[in-house]
């Protein structure tokens, strides 16, 4: 079980999600994307491209740790594992 | 509908009415979001509009209540196999063995042109190179493999290596990546199986039987940026439009001037006159009853892509492009660095409309006669269209 956060940027394109607990059953990174997408059809596709890589601009962090793999999304989700999905700020 | 624009901007999608004389403009959707293209599906009256978003990629948006509400239609994706041939990122590695080109999985870039065929069908040009068809009025969209397969850049890398070379080059317009992109469908209007695309940069290609195959329609154009100046490919068609009620008449600008044909792009002449400034330049509007009259809005130089000497001016062809017509009457003619990008020129009857980069939306009711600023502090301006 991981505990997903998400940017209000998104929840804004996804406002059923607003106010949800949002508790997915997961082992790694990819696993959340593919339980978002059941929860919210059309939410992998913001957040990747469609060879499932994350996308340039946009940032996971499980825990306070930003994950190692943008291609494949195997990092490991633990059982109290909190998963944040944010944009990637490049500053400006 | 010509007392319509529909006005996709970096920050959203305006729609810009005309009622008791006067046009008025309002924010309808998407707002913050960057808006490459809108239209109306003349066949069932949906918006589509095609979203730039900086964070979450591209996506298609269509609107069935005339522009009140927007949800995301289906979404557009590359099938697995997909890639294109391009030059290679630079490596780290010193030993690697230098390579013309490499290929690359094909991701979707960008959104960047929607057209509309038979009832139901519609087209959607893409960066990188991609030309998306739908006959289920949007439902579904397939890649045209012919075209994505063509000689020209490589061949049929789904199921081998290609020929190894692509003649299909580059648009800054890529998000930050060197990919070619589709920015012009050409519809004709009598013939369901007969369609162009334009291609930065590559040129212009034909189908004759609905997208089975593809043919380069280059003859007559040339260039001044590559070795051979009347190479069969490698040309930077900006915009390409035809007559709907000639469509034998195509009219293009393109990075090295304003082009014509008149026998459906069969032979290509080049009609500019840079002497005096109507050469460089982004849109060009075609009127759909008289293939001969074209609209264009010339910039200076592919160098420094501003106005000419700080004035605005639209000029416009009714006989093929031998003769031009500067239309100044109600422009900014002083300090004026308005740049108008290749989706912003528009015409629909009498009524002419283009938005520029600095915000500003023009209008003529007289044919580029005479001018009105109906919107002055616009996010820039990336596409009108009337509808």
């Known amino acids: 079980m991981a505990t997903v956060e998400l940017t209000r940027h998104l929840l804004r394109f996804f406002p059923g999600l607003e106010g949800k607990a949002l508790i997915v059953e997961a082992r790694t990174v990819a696993e959340v994307i593919a339980e978002m997408e059941k929860l919210a059809p059309g939410f992998a596709f913001y957040v990747c491209d469609e060879r499932g890589r994350l996308r340039q601009h946009v940032n996971i962090f499980v825990g306070d740790q930003r994950v190692a793999d943008r291609r494949g999304l195997t990092d490991r989700i633990e059982p109290d594992s909190c998963v944040f999905i944010l944009q990637a700020l490049s500053g400006g | 509908m010509s007392g319509r624009i529909l006005v996709g901007t970096r920050k959203g999608t305006f729609l810009v009415e005309r009622s008791n004389r006067r046009w008025t403009s309002k924010l309808a959707g998407h707002s913050g979001v960057g808006v490459n293209f809108v239209a109306r599906d003349p066949n069932d009256g949906t918006l589509w509009a095609a979203l730039g978003h900086g964070h979450w990629g591209a996506k298609l948006s269509r609107s069935t209540d005339d522009g009140v509400t927007w949800n995301d239609a289906p979404q557009i994706r590359y099938p697995e196999g997909a890639q294109y041939l391009a030059p ?40 990188p190179g991609g030309l998306f068809v739908s006959d289920d009025s949007g439902e579904s969209f397939d890649l045209n493999r012919p075209l994505w397969n063509h000689e020209s850049r490589g061949g ?46 590559a040129g212009v290609l034909e189908t004759t039987d609905g997208g089975k195959t593809w043919r380069g329609r280059n003859e007559g154009m040339t260039n001044d940026y590559l070795p051979d100046p009347n190479a069969e490919w490698g040309h930077d068609p900006h915009l390409v439009e035809l007559c709907a009620a000639q469509p034998n008449h195509l009219w293009q600008q393109n990075h090295c001037g304003v082009f014509k044909s008149s026998d459906s792009a069969r032979t290509w002449k080049k009609v500019s006159k840079p002497d005096v400034g109507i050469h460089f330049g982004f849109p060009i509007a075609v009127d759909p009853e008289d293939g001969d009259t074209a609209w264009v809005v010339p910039g200076k130089s592919d160098a420094e892509r501003i106005t000419v000497d700080g004035t605005l001016f639209v000029a416009r062809s009714e006989d093929g492009g031998e003769t031009w017509t500067p239309l100044r009457n109600g422009l900014p003619q002083d300090n004026a660095y308005d740049v108008v990008y290749r989706h912003a020129l528009s015409v629909s009857g009498d009524h002419v409309a283009f938005g520029s980069t600095t915000g500003n939306l023009y209008v003529s009711e007289n044919r580029g006669d005479s001018w009105h600023c109906v919107a002055n502090n616009l996010p820039p301006i990336y596409s009108v269209r009337f509808g």
């Open chain 2, 88 to 127: 290679p990122e630079p490596t780290e590695d010193q030993n690697a063995e230098p390579r013309a080109v490499t290929s690359r999985d094909a991701t979707l870039l960008k959104l960047w042109v929607i057209a509309f065929g038979q009832p139901g069908r519609i087209y959607v040009g893409t960066i």
């Open chain 2, 156 to 201: 049929d890398l789904f199921s081998g290596e290609g020929t190894g070379e692509t003649h299909w080059f580059g648009t800054p317009a890529a998000e930050g990546e060197f990919a070619p992109g589709i920015h012009s469908v050409v519809v004709d209007p009598s013939d369901r199986d007969h369609f162009y695309v334009a291609v930065s940069s």
